[in-house]
């Protein structure tokens, strides 16, 4: 079976410039996670969807990040404009009920802003 | 404030050396994860315990939440390369929070050399 899967692996951009990172969820999964990996602050929760709707969204770092997930097999996390902070690995986690603690995640996207 | 400190944060042994990483807090979980994660994938659960006092095995890894469900420390025996990696161990539903919402340590750095 596929597990989570997210595009691309790797962007690289230039500050200021949209970057769109896209996951799609293990079939079945109802509940979506999207990380943030850095070798200073560690793996850190941006925001959790539950049925498609956003429920926490405190881990948002400001609004320059947006996330949608506008159906069960697909989740957007966008960064407009991105900026040389926000360089890290974007990691997406699926998990099949909202109340467990059993992710998985996927293979990330390593996000690099010039 | 890092919720979950890991320690030590590198680690460079030989190959069947023992060795046991910890994961210390001042907050109680309702659970505790291990993960482990190699270089350019996501973290992939290890194990996950819920009892204070907890002790589980995974063939050379032993596993164990304290009594206060604040700590938790991972042992390797006779450890191998393929146990080179990055582990994690990540805290839910602290100090009665949702169980969805995991804090994670920063990780141990394992490298076993052969």
């Known amino acids: 079976d596929a597990g989570v899967i997210q595009s691309p692996r790797h962007e690289v951009t230039e500050m200021g410039q949209e970057v769109t990172l896209r996951c799609k969820p293990i079939s079945g999964h109802n509940s979506l996670f999207w990380y943030r990996q850095t070798m200073m602050r560690g793996l850190e929760l941006l925001i959790y969807?539950?049925?498609?709707?956003?429920?926490?969204d405190s881990g948002m770092p400001e609004d320059r990040f947006s996330a949608k997930m506008p159906n069960a097999s697909f989740s957007t996390l966008k960064i407009q404009p991105s900026e040389p902070r926000d360089s890290a690995v974007y990691f997406c986690?699926?998990?099949?009920?909202?109340?467990?603690?059993?992710?998985?995640f996927g293979p990330g996207t390593r996000l690099t802003v010039l | 404030t890092q919720l979950l400190e890991q320690s030590p944060q590198f680690l460079s042994i030989q190959e069947g050396e023992n060795l046991t990483v910890y994961c210390n807090s001042s907050s109680v979980f309702s659970s505790l994860q291990w993960y482990r994660q190699e270089p350019g994938e996501g973290p992939v659960l290890l194990v996950t315990v819920v009892t204070g006092g907890e002790v589980k095995k995974l063939k050379r890894l032993t596993f164990q939440f304290g009594d206060a469900r604040k700590d938790s420390s991972l042992h390797i025996t006779a450890a191998q390369p393929g146990d080179t990696g990055l582990y994690l161990c990540?805290?839910?539903?602290?100090?009665?929070?949702?169980?969805?919402?995991?804090?994670f340590g920063k990780g141990t750095l394992l490298t076993v050399n052969p």
């Open positions: 990540a805290g839910a539903g602290n100090s009665g929070g949702s169980n969805y919402k995991l804090t």
């Open positions: 986690a699926s998990s099949l009920r909202s109340r467990t603690d059993t992710q998985y």
């Open positions: 969807f539950n049925n498609n709707v956003p429920i926490d």
